[in-house]
């Protein structure tokens, strides 16, 4: 199972990748995740991978090959599509968040984004996962909102991921985590 | 495990008991995952050449000691760890250096491998976690053995790639007896030629070593192709070509062995090398007469995919991709909201001036629309550059010239250029951007912020008094955020006649201490789209579909720099 995380610098795609990679680890898998650190980090477009199953050897996913992307803004969906796979599915957060060459005009952001991925014949889940992590009591738990997403098609039996959710984010925000999770997890 | 764990964990269970390093991505987390251990005394050092210098310190007087660096720090600790090629170790000593293949977050590409041959030290490079963590702990019996620093080579994909490892316990041997032994430990010319002497034995011992190195593996699927490769580069082949070619992948890059290479070659149809960057396996395979197939079919630059390597080797084309038809506006990394950089480079660029600039955050600078930053190359190149600049073109170029550097790289090698300026009579400005942390690679401590790796207190470098003790009578203190007192002051010190040192103060935006209170929105019916507030770069602040300028609230933290740019009162906050 390929499953790539994708979003901007700061949107914490890397704790998200962290709970798939602790769910699959406790169900046995040979897990292999990808991060990014640094320069890369900083509000700029992000990718993490994980990887999972009986054998893994590349830690990275290329062009046609993933099975899911979890994308945390619309236009780092459609920067990544063409990582996915035929009849690999796409799970969208709608939030859009223009890049620094759209806010000087140098560019523009491209419209109705989610359209034009369908109309690739993708399969995509698009949830404002923005709202749902206000609503849970906390915008930054975005992440967890889509991970909860991610559990519902994961095959993964959810209390496990509910575990990874507990062990993987700080003590102080487990409750809003798993409310999070749970409002995602009820979406899909 | 990450990898960077990975071979912290294996430092650990190898008995070190000291370590030290300087921070650069992708090499960090090692030495912050050192630093959980209670029974390692660790440490951030002012630069990677101090680091290496203690950790040779500490080998010599029988500590296992470990020093960890980025590819480019490799090349300020390059002094001491080549000379401490000839001394050798008493007790065992590694040197981890983590490359930045495809640059993510580096200035350059350089091959580390080239230095182990250079210094003629032997190198090791794991191609997964667990392989980190055996490497490193077998990489301190190894240096005791042979009398040698071993030297550790990871890359990104390496060091910030996780997976599975299982933990041994620590094997401390205690600190090993030193006896005095200037002959070994003193490099002056007649003890250093019987030691280059010894190195030379040394280096066949070890290419011997190699031949039967359990790093060194052959897997042999009875294939007529072969693949000799090293590192991440093996995972990307074996993803690309399975059990369908016979590998023989070095664990040990050098020195290399030479028998194992040619069995491993002699009954095989074709051999390709694949490895990231440089050709330095392919090299030794032409030399010792193995004809491979290497450079010609696989890039010098940036990081390898399976496809490529299925496309060249089994001549399969890549796989079925979606197509985007439209332009995707790329997005490069940006200075964080509130970030206090910012208001500096909006200082900067609007006083017209040439910006000699250094590494860290703060290089975002030479990115629209702030476009400050006219030169980066490499750690405290901002201030000695700048001196350069200003010996080329005059001392009146000089008044519309500044240096900016952080806080932990005016540490780094800042100082020295600063002290030049002094001693050769520079007029030159440099503004130490001091965000009271070390940013870029994840907020470590530094001489500058008070507090150790552990976060225990200890004195800090007062920056002010360092400028004044060098030589420097202008010391000004500002902070950024008040726009026009900044201004002012950067226009004084410029225009001055003598060499000034600013110091740019506001805490990095990251920093748990950093409150900013509530997000800040932008009342529509006072704006009149002037734009000046989109002047400073700010990611929360765009253009929404009506073509209202407007504040992202899940960006915004309510720093409050673009209320200081509007002249109208239309940006406001919205709470406490």
């Known amino acids: 199972m390929k499953v790539m995380i994708v979003g901007v610098g700061g949107q914490g795609t890397l704790l998200a990748s962290r709970v798939l990679g602790a769910v699959a680890m406790d169900e046995g898998y040979d897990v292999k995740m990808s991060e990014v650190h640094g320069m890369a980090q900083r509000g700029g477009s992000v990718v993490t991978y994980v990887i999972y199953g009986d054998q893994v050897h590349s830690p990275v996913i290329e062009k046609g090959e993933a099975d899911v992307i979890v994308s945390f803004e619309e236009l780092e969906a459609y920067r990544w599509v063409s990582y996915l796979k035929k009849g690999g599915k796409l799970i969208v957060n709608t939030q859009k968040i223009d890049p620094m060459p759209v806010i000087t005009g140098e560019a523009k ?28 009591g906390n915008q930054k738990s975005v992440n967890i909102v889509l991970m909860g997403i991610m559990a519902k098609h994961s095959g993964i039996d959810c209390d496990k991921w509910i575990q990874a959710v507990r062990r993987t984010v700080k003590p102080q925000f487990v409750d809003v985590n798993l409310k999070a999770f749970q409002m995602g997890y009820g979406l899909a | 495990m990450l990898g960077n764990e990975a071979v912290a964990r294996g430092a650990y269970e190898g008995g070190v008991r000291v370590v030290s390093s300087y921070p650069g991505t992708p090499s960090t987390e090692i030495t912050e995952e050192i630093a959980k251990y209670d029974e390692v005394y660790s440490e951030w050092a002012p630069n990677e050449k101090v680091a290496a210098e203690v950790a040779i310190g500490a080998a010599t007087m029988g500590a296992r000691s470990l020093t960890c660096m980025k590819h480019v720090g490799f090349n300020v600790a390059a002094d001491p760890i080549f000379t401490v090629s000839y001394i050798g170790v008493n007790a065992g000593m590694v040197i981890a250096v983590a490359d930045d293949p495809g640059m993510h977050s580096s200035q350059n590409e350089q091959d580390s491998r080239h230095y182990a041959k250079a210094s003629k030290i032997p190198m090791l490079e794991p191609a997964d976690s667990r392989e980190c963590k055996e490497y490193t702990k077998k990489a301190f019996e190894l240096s005791e053995r042979f009398d040698t620093p071993f030297i550790i080579r990871l890359s990104t994909r390496i060091s910030h790639s996780q997976s599975l490892v299982s933990l041994e316990e620590r094997n401390d041997l205690g600190v090993r007896e030193y006896v005095k032994n200037p002959g070994k430990n003193v490099m002056m010319p007649a003890m250093a030629k019987k030691r280059h002497i010894d190195v030379e034995k040394r280096t066949l011992a070890l290419q011997e070593f190699a031949e039967e190195c359990e790093f060194n593996t052959v897997e042999d699927n009875h294939s007529k192709i072969g693949v000799i490769t090293d590192g991440i580069a093996y995972q990307y082949a074996k993803e690309a070509l399975g059990n369908q070619v016979n590998y023989l992948k070095l664990g040990m890059v050098y020195p290399m062995p030479k028998k194992l290479i040619q069995d491993f070659a002699a009954n095989l149809e074709t051999v390709y090398v694949i490895e990231e960057l440089d050709p330095v396996i392919e090299e030794h395979c032409r030399v010792i007469g193995i004809p491979v197939v290497g450079k010609e079919k696989f890039s010098l630059i940036g990081e390898y995919t399976a496809a490529q390597i299925k496309e060249v080797v089994l001549g399969i084309p890549a796989p079925f991709k979606y197509q985007v038809e439209e332009n995707v506006p790329i997005r490069p990394p940006v200075m964080c909201p509130g970030c206090p950089h910012r208001a500096t480079y909006y200082v900067l660029k609007k006083l017209g001036l040439t910006v000699s600039g250094d590494i860290g955050c703060y290089t975002l600078g030479a990115l629209a629309p ?10 405290g190149a901002s201030v000695s550059a700048a001196l350069g600049m200003e010996k080329a073109r005059g001392k009146e170029f000089s008044k519309k010239l500044v240096s900016v550097i952080g806080d932990s790289t005016f540490i780094h090698s800042g100082i020295t250029g600063l002290i030049d300026i002094v001693y050769n009579k520079g007029n030159n400005t440099v503004i130490i951007l001091d965000n009271s942390i070390t940013g870029m690679t994840g907020h470590q401590d530094n001489p ?12 800090a470098v007062d920056l002010e008094k360092l400028a004044h003790a060098v030589g420097i009578d202008r010391v000004r203190i500002c902070d950024p955020f008040d726009l026009e007192a900044f201004e002012k002051v950067v226009r004084e010190e410029t225009e001055a006649d003598e060499p000034s040192v600013i110091i740019a103060q506001r805490p990095c935006a990251l920093l748990k201490s950093v409150n900013y209170g509530a997000p800040v929105i932008i009342n529509q019916d006072k704006c009149k789209k002037c734009k000046m507030c989109m002047k400073i770069g700010c990611p929360a602040i765009f253009i929404n579909e009506e073509g209202n300028i407007t504040i992202d609230h899940s960006l915004c933290n309510g720093c409050g720099l673009c209320m200081r740019m509007c002249k109208f009162d239309a940006i406001e906050k919205v709470g406490k």
Do not use: H
């Not at chain 1, 359209?115 to 992590?133: P, Q, R």
């Not at chain 2, 476009?371 to 190359?377: G, L, R």
């Not at chain 2, 500058?448 to 004195?459: A, S, V």
């Open chain 2, 448 to 459: 500058t912020t008070g507090k150790t790796i552990k976060g225990e207190p200890t004195k």
């Open chain 1, 109 to 136: 952001y491209p419209s109705n984004i989610i359209e034009k991925i369908k109309a690739m014949g993708i399969d995509v889940t698009a949830v404002d996962a923005l709202s749902i992590a206000t609503e849970a």
């Open chain 2, 370 to 379: 702030l476009n400050s930053v006219d030169t980066c190359v490499c750690m």
